[in-house]
């Protein structure tokens, strides 16, 4: 069936410094990617989306692109801060599905001053 | 516009007791999803409810199950609890209709703990 790995946590990382947490995928068809993000205490929220292979999707400096070839959806920002800690998820939802998201195993970032 | 929210935000319960987990859609939309999140774990698909019929199920027994209302609000009701059932249940809304990518807004999450 359909699935997403993530890579380990927990990523410890200094503020400014360069973020890449790598997300793979195994999927039939065109599956449509997305990375949520799940503050202490709170519930999911969408970071960013793309629908199609090489769409770029971004939001709040964070970007990912959708590569088919490599079955990759890696997400990269340039320079985080300390309030992007959080816990990141990669996820999918198999084309021609009803909405059913199916998740990585999520990956704790942890940004220090 | 108001979001998805969840009630109650945190549950006690025994082993083989039944509990009941409600969610409000946010406004305009006419799908609800529900996952179940263990600890340290990705959310897993239970169900998916539209105009008040399931609409596709994820690998749970049929001790889960659901409901949804005319106003499009949703319940999860799981019987017989076990250890394991002890997660984060979160809900989720969208808006389901033709061509449209079924982006779905979580709710804060309820945390069911079984003794």
């Known amino acids: 069936g359909d699935s997403v790995t993530q890579m380990e946590g927990p990523v410890t990382l200094s503020e400014e410094a360069f973020l890449t947490i790598n997300c793979t995928y195994t999927a039939t068809g065109y599956p449509s990617l997305f990375w949520y993000v799940q503050y202490p205490g709170e519930g999911l929220q969408l970071l960013l989306k793309a629908t199609k292979a090489d769409d770029k999707g971004s939001n709040k400096g964070f970007e990912a692109t959708y590569r088919k070839e490599t079955t990759s959806f890696h997400l990269e920002k340039g320079s985080v801060q300390v309030s992007d800690s959080a816990v990141y998820f990669c996820a999918l939802i198999s084309s021609g599905n009803t909405g059913k998201l199916i998740f990585g195993q999520g990956t704790t970032l942890q940004v220090k001053p | 516009e108001t979001g998805v929210t969840q009630s109650p935000t945190h549950l006690i319960k025994t082993r083989g007791q039944q509990v009941t987990l409600r969610c409000s859609s946010q406004?305009?939309?006419?799908?609800v999803s529900w996952y179940q999140q263990a600890l340290g774990q990705g959310p897993q698909f239970i169900f998916q409810y539209y105009r008040e019929e399931e609409n596709g199920r994820g690998n749970f027994p049929p001790r889960f199950s659901g409901l949804q209302f005319p106003n499009y609000s949703s319940e999860l009701n799981v019987n017989a609890l076990e250890l394991d059932d002890s997660a984060l249940y979160l809900c989720?809304?969208?808006?389901?209709?033709?061509?449209?990518?079924?982006?779905?807004?979580f709710g804060p999450g309820t945390r069911l703990t079984v003794l």
């Open positions: 406004s305009g939309h006419n799908t």
């Open positions: 989720a809304s969208s808006f389901s209709g033709r061509g449209l990518l079924n982006e779905q807004f």
